[in-house]
């Protein structure tokens, strides 16, 4: 049995943390249409959670635009956790908007109760994820604080840091993923959710190593200590993500 979380996240009957890994599939169109028709397609596969990367959205300036997609998407997947990622630019985020307009949306998303996770980056700074932590405890969401780095794997001490930091934070659930450049990167990622996972972080993890050479994390992350894995079903939002029936294919022969 892996190792689990010492403090779990529970989201409508969903525990975040415990002995399952759980499955979160991302939806990222850029007109409303396509979203919705994406959302009626992936909730039939099953996933644990849904991710909406809110970015891709060709109205996500607009928040009034943004408000009413979230309401219809909430009724379309109904009792499926939701996370609501605005990415920023510099972490990978498709849509140019400043702090100001980003915190904006995402606090006025979270108020609508329609959210169950923001998902914040880490470098959006404490003035920024303290107010998303006030709305956020308001509405009852939790809060996803992450690292992206598409360039390298940075050295393991970091990495360890990194999810460290996110928990005294005030994040809810801890997140990394960064780019490898060999296999002796996505051991550097691995062992380092392992040294999180062993005492140093109580909160849930979800680490990856992206692009294809760090597949493997996507699949066996849960071993060492990772609480989420993302898989497509339609949609790709990050290098490396594999197929939904695949991933549970190889996580049920892990079990």
Known sequence: MRKQSSRQVVIRDTVIGAEKVLI?????????????????????LGPDLIEWRVD????AREMDKCLLVLRELRKKIGSIPLIFTCRSELEGGQN????????????????????DIADIEMSSGAG??????EVGEESLCKLILSYHN??????????????????EMGGDIAKVAVMPQNSGD?????????????????????TMSMGAVGAISRLGGGVF?????FATGID???????????VRKVMDILD
């Open 128 to 133: 920024f994820i303290d107010r998303v932590k």
């Open 56 to 59: 891709c959205f060709e109205h």
């Open 186 to 206: 996505v051991l550097t990622l691995l062992s380092a959710t392992c040294r999180a996972r062993t005492g140093l972080v109580k909160i849930p993890m979800i």
């Open 96 to 115: 140019t908007m400043s702090g100001p307009e980003r915190l904006e949306l995402v606090t006025g998303a979270i108020s609508t109760g329609d959210v």
């Open 150 to 167: 598409f360039d390298r794997t940075p050295a393991e001490e970091f990495v360890v840091e990194k999810l460290v930091q996110a928990e």
């Open 225 to 229: 200590g990772s609480d989420i894995t």
């Open 24 to 44: 979160c599939l991302p939806l990222s169109a850029k007109r409303k249409s396509e979203l919705l028709a994406r959302a009626g397609e992936i909730i039939k």
């Open 236 to 246: 790709a939002t990050a290098p490396g993500q594999l197929p939904i029936g695949d």
